[in-house]
């Protein structure tokens, strides 16, 4: 993997529409092995996930926004599918009251499966971010978000990276390749005939991606927090007018997505979780395009380098 690629398997609000299904998003990244996580798994996300011809075996995660039922159905036949196929290795699944709510699917029905779901709790109060899963490449982050019920959002955060740049190895006089590369990477420096090369010296640093989901949520403080500087930030975007007592829904229109995305600087804002009252992916781009961002709709690919 050279980028991280992202899938849109589900872009609907609520209900599912013919061109729109519940909600899920599916992150691969960059990794020695294929290695990706899912950001929410609604009803139908395994089969959506077979039509983008992705792989169910390379799931290392997932990340549950929120447990109303468009956003969470899909994980009791997915977990069974990936068993069929042959998985041994435990399953996390993320979201806050996970140690409430991922016990219950354990137990739901007759299962012969050959690994467990291990919930990890997320915090959903207050304005603390939360270090979910951390390894050498990379860091997922909640915060909480506003729903009505306990609720949270989540940053992929790539780390930075040091790539050897050969043209500054040259100018110091170093070979085209050699063993010198693998004690500079390991060391931080090596000797040179006599000369000190630190790392720094012959590489650069290429900036990690971050990318935010925020799941099902009103306009909130933690949104902007959670998404400073984003390459990408995914946002719920239910409603693209005014609809009579929002308050009741929960959930985030047009221009306050368009608010929270320049509060946060994010450089891409992709709107997904459309209302089933939208049916002209026309008018919804073009409302969106007045702000600077898109929206999502099924199968909808994107590439970060
Ligand atoms: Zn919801």
Redesign the pocket.
Known sequence: MTAIEITFLGTT??VPTKYRNHAALHLTYRSQEEASVLFDCGEGTQRQMLLAGLNFMAIEGIFI??W?A??FAGILGLVETMNLEGRKKPLKIYGPEAEKFVPMLEELGYSTKDFGLVPVNAEFEGREAQVLLENAELRVISMPMK???P?VAYAFVENDRINIDKAKAAALGLPAKGPIFGEIKEKGFAAHKGKRIGIEDISVRIAGKKVVYT??TMPNRNIAALSADADLLIHDCTFFEDVTDMSGY??ARIDEVAAAAKEARAKKTILT?ISRRYQSPKELEAAAKKYGMEVAHDFMKVVLK
Do not use: F, M, P, Q
């Open positions: 609000a609520g926004s929120h109303h468009d956003h729903h009505g019920i609720a799941g099902d929960k959930h979780h």
